[in-house]
């Protein structure tokens, strides 16, 4: 009995020891939160410039229909903060959300402010259908949940304030940081795709994924063998540097180092919007003051009020952190999933793996429209490919969330349950808001014919590119849809 005593003195004790201010990360995790309000605007911002055309009334999937199939009784499994569904008032609640991530980066009410950063973007998540249905929206939601763990409850958060975080948030940077990379990893391999086993996946990578730019032509014409190379780094950086994070601090540091490296190169090869920037900012979390040249003060640290609630959270949130990870990697765990299924909807702990099997060809979908049905003109898209010449643009950190999912509409194949045919419902009815999404409309009129037809596009060689000045050998049209005819009112 004595030793069992002993043994949940010491058990008590260690748990304790997580809810104790976080000294060695008091000012790291102060700048964390700002780039966390920084990620968070750039999303917020990037979501108002389409939200017309994606979500309001006259867009291609309003969210007042969404909100109606979710339903009251479905609210606690499916939350939302769309009580009223009219255009004014979703403007107005994204407006709110750009003016708390504002207020994060700048320091006023933190708490107050990731919660409502939060909150919007969730129901921006969960009534956004398959334009917020991307890895990177509910990483956002997972770590802004993280930070939000930590925050001060305080008006005004300034650099030289005596605050630290809890050390079960910077524990719980350390395990969503290593569960995002190493799930990465694993479900390459568990895919049993022979372009990674054999690491040539990346010959094919640069060309076929969603949005590439100007630098992925060059990286996509390098050596065969340096494509291998660097998918074998890859792997190192996937597999092995996350197992360092669980070990010490000067093995998490280089794990830390490795996967913002990474980071980097995959934003120099391709537009991944602020994925790149938020996992550079889950790295962090590896790091602490002292590798900044911080001196970490002797003085007594102020606690948060709720830091005991928080941490009951903190644990809850890591049980299904584990419970997700472990049915991901082992199939045969997969029922556990139903433990945590009826709060799925509130992203707390997610499952990750971007390109678990390599796509190996490239097909662009272009929309068609003809007043006549025999003279077609195309629907120029903003930042996808329209032809062999236009050079691969740069989208930096903001997503065109519907160029991106025509790439996954190639990939599928055409279904007469898609949301494109909402989308060519729109554009028979000529909406404003719908063709602003698009770079270039062929008629004033509406049109009284509209198609979709796929083509091949291939990276054109050195010799091409100078010769031409086509950055793409483009293949034929094929149909892909049924030729859509306008209803006569």
């Not at 909100?67 to 009251?72: E, L, T």
Request: net charge positive.
């Amino acid at each position: 009995m004595g030793l069992l005593k002993n043994k949940l003195i010491n058990y008590a004790s260690d748990l304790k020891k997580l809810l104790k201010p976080a000294h060695s990360h008091r000012y790291l995790f102060f700048y964390v939160s700002k780039g966390l309000g920084l990620i968070f605007l750039i999303a917020f911002i990037s979501l108002l410039t389409q939200v017309s055309g994606l979500y309001l009334a006259d867009g291609i999937l309003p969210i007042e229909s969404l909100v109606k199939q979710i339903g009251s009784e479905k609210w606690l499994s499916w939350p939302h903060l769309f009580f009223v569904s009219s255009d004014t008032y979703i403007l107005s609640v994204l407006w709110i959300g750009i003016l708390s991530s504002l207020a994060l980066i700048v320091g006023l009410w933190p708490l107050v402010a990731t919660v409502l950063c939060w909150a919007i973007y969730l129901s921006f998540v969960n009534t956004g259908s398959v334009f917020m249905s991307f890895q990177w929206d509910i990483l956002l939601l997972e770590v802004g949940f993280l930070c939000l763990l930590g925050m001060p409850w305080v008006s005004v958060w300034k650099p030289n304030s005596n605050y630290a975080p809890p050390r079960y948030v910077i524990i719980a940077g350390y395990w969503c940081c290593f569960k995002l990379m190493f799930a990465s990893g694993v479900v390459k391999l568990l895919s049993e795709d022979p372009l990674w086993y054999s690491c040539k996946a990346l010959s094919v990578h640069y060309e076929t994924q969603p949005l590439p730019h100007r630098l992925s032509w060059y990286v996509h014409q390098l050596p065969a063998s340096l494509h291998q190379l660097s998918c074998m780094i890859m792997f190192i950086i996937e597999l092995i540097m996350p197992i360092l994070i669980l070990i010490n601090r000067k093995t998490r540091q280089i794990a830390g180092l490795s996967v913002i490296a990474l980071m980097v190169i995959v934003m120099l090869t391709g537009n991944y919007c602020f994925f790149n920037l938020l996992t550079c900012l889950l790295a962090l979390f590896c790091l602490d003051d002292r590798f900044f040249h911080k001196q970490i003060m002797d003085e007594a640290y102020q606690h948060s009020k709720h830091y005991y609630l928080r941490g009951i959270v903190a644990s809850i949130l890591l049980v299904m952190t584990v419970i997700n990870l472990s049915s991901q990697l082992m199939p045969s765990l997969r029922p556990l999933r139903a433990i945590t299924q009826p709060i799925s909807g509130w992203r707390l702990s997610n499952t990750y793996g971007l390109f678990a099997n390599m796509t190996t060809k490239r097909d662009e979908i272009e929309i068609w429209a003809s007043i006549d049905k025999q003279s077609w003109k195309p629907y120029l898209f903003k930042d996808k490919p329209n032809s062999a010449q236009e050079i691969p643009g740069w989208t930096w950190f903001h997503q065109p969330r519907l160029d991106w999912q025509f790439w996954f509409v190639a990939l599928r194949g055409y279904s007469q349950y898609s949301w494109t045919n909402s989308l060519i419902t729109r554009l028979f009815e000529q909406s404003p808001a719908v063709l602003a999404l698009f770079k270039e409309v062929p008629f004033e009129q509406a049109p009284n014919y509209i198609v979709m037809v796929k083509k091949n596009y291939q990276f054109s060689n050195g010799q091409e590119k100078k010769e031409a000045q086509s950055w793409w050998r483009v293949g034929k049209a094929e149909q892909f849809s049924p030729v859509f005819q306008k209803k006569e009112k």
